[in-house]
């Protein structure tokens, strides 16, 4: 595609309910972020893919949070038994390679559990 | 942990006038990046900066990176209502590294 996709555009759920977010990245690109944005502030790192080498998890707040890239395509990320303050926009980006590239963000996912 | 830390958190100013918002860390980068989010989309790149002490000017932005790559600047002369936005600075510490983000400047411009 010609961006970055993210599905689904918005997401209600019930507390205690698991989600799934999807990301297609630009095709090629072999690095793939998740970030997580809470209203009104910036960007908290999630995790990262880049090609074959093992994701950095580092980012992900706890064990209901764990994401999965398949090859260098499509990625989604599992949040199990929602809790309120799990309520954010989940941005996915992508870039080309390793290094000084421009990383390209889908326009993410409102997620609101109530 | 890298961190980017960016000042102002906010910023509230009238069409015309100028500022300066800041991107410090205790770390040094390889590259630093600047990107600015509108409501309702991702962010979008502005400019990468690589060398310390670099200048770059993208029409009325004037970007810095410092001369030990651990902070940088934009400045933004005569401001304009569609500058308005979250401004995110992001640092690459090694080619093989991730991108981390700053804690964003929020900028609203009025008229």
């Known amino acids: 595609g010609a961006g970055v996709s993210q599905s689904p555009s918005n997401k209600v759920t019930e507390k205690g309910k698991d989600v799934e977010l999807r990301c297609d990245p630009i095709s090629g690109h072999t690095a793939l972020y998740w970030y997580r944005q809470r209203l009104g502030q910036g960007l908290e790192f999630l995790i990262y893919?880049?090609?074959?080498?093992?994701?950095?998890k580092s980012g992900l707040p706890s064990d209901r949070f764990s994401a999965e890239r398949t090859g260098e395509s499509v990625s989604t990320l599992t949040i199990q038994r929602t809790q309120q303050e799990d309520s954010a926009v989940y941005l996915c980006?992508?870039?080309?390679?390793?290094?000084?590239?421009?990383?390209?963000f889908g326009q993410g996912t409102r997620l609101t559990v109530v | 942990t890298q961190l980017l830390e960016q000042s102002p958190q906010f910023l509230s100013i009238q069409e015309g006038e100028n500022l300066t918002v800041y991107c410090n860390s205790s770390?040094?980068?390889?590259?630093l990046q600047w990107y600015r989010q509108e409501p309702g989309e991702g962010p979008v790149l502005l400019v990468t900066v690589v060398t310390g002490g670099e200048v770059k000017k993208l029409k009325r932005l004037t970007f810095q990176f410092g001369d030990a790559r651990k902070d940088s600047s934009l400045h933004i002369t005569a401001a304009q209502t569609g500058d308005t936005g979250l401004y995110l600075c992001?640092?690459?510490?090694?080619?093989?590294?991730?991108?981390?983000f700053g804690t964003g400047t929020r900028l609203q411009v009025t008229l």
């Open positions: 770390s040094v980068f390889s590259s």
């Open positions: 992001a640092g690459l510490a090694g080619t093989a590294s991730k991108l981390t």
């Open positions: 980006a992508s870039s080309l390679r390793r290094g000084v590239t421009e990383a390209f």
């Open positions: 893919f880049q090609g074959n080498s093992a994701p950095d």
